[in-house]
């Protein structure tokens, strides 16, 4: 029996974990180390944890690499980034097919080269068929951007006033099909969303952490697992009525 006081109802392990990866800058201005040394830092620190979620059966990760807003970087840093972006597409993709791992980049990919938009398709193909774990990358991303995708979407078909609802509208965003996000985290010591999935994010439980992204490892995931293990997720119920349920 459990006591009132003890949480329930989260279940053990999250199906889809997302996260704002910040603080590369930080790492490397401590370091006085140019920036682009934390974003490459930061690739490492993705890969352990790419592999960590995988090994704790976590089934989705989504990671904020590029927001639409971080075009108002300084060009030097931004051309650093899609380089490095490209890079990572070339290097990383054959190692996430074999390991069983689907790969999908969410956001304008317009605003991208042609090349890095080959690059996306080609991985996407190559993995489409992977079930361990589907990792998503949102790029040019803004939680903004794709609300308003998915009402042009319905626009477009033609849809009116009565058919527009929830349900509609979710099978139009980036991530449909996909479990929301049962836990967020963002490193870097800011507490907020940055236009990261503004509508999916309605029931996320939160984590903030101090930690830079460059120093994330598997302990610190297990951190925020272990804060995510002790919420009791209510979706609007009262806790008696959760707890009776669970
Ligand atoms: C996150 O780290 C990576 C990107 C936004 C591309 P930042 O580059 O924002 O690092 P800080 O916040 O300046 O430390
Ligand atoms: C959010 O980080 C976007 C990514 C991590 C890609 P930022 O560092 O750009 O966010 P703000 O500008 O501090 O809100
Ligand atoms: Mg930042």
Known sequence: MSSPSKPVASAEIPRHVAIIMDGNGRWARRRLLPRVAGHRKGVEALRGVIRACAERGISHLTVFAFSSENWRRPQEEVTLLMELFMRALENEVAKLHENGIRFRVIGDLGGFSERIQDL??????????????????????????????????????????????????????????????????????????SNFLLWQLAYAELYFTDALWPDFDAAALDAALASYRKRERRFGRTSEQVQSAG
Request: charged residues 30%; contains cysteine.
């Open 120 to 193: 996306i398709r080609d991985a996407e193909a190559l993995t489409r068929d992977n079930t361990r774990l589907t990792f998503t990358v949102a790029a040019n991303y803004g939680g903004r951007w794709d609300i308003v995708q998915a009402v042009r979407t319905l626009i477009a078909e033609g849809a009116c006033a009565a058919d527009v609802d929830e349900a509609a509208l979710a099978k139009r965003l980036s991530m449909t099909g996909e479990p929301e996000p049962d836990l967020f985290i963002r490193t870097g010591g800011e507490q907020r969303i």
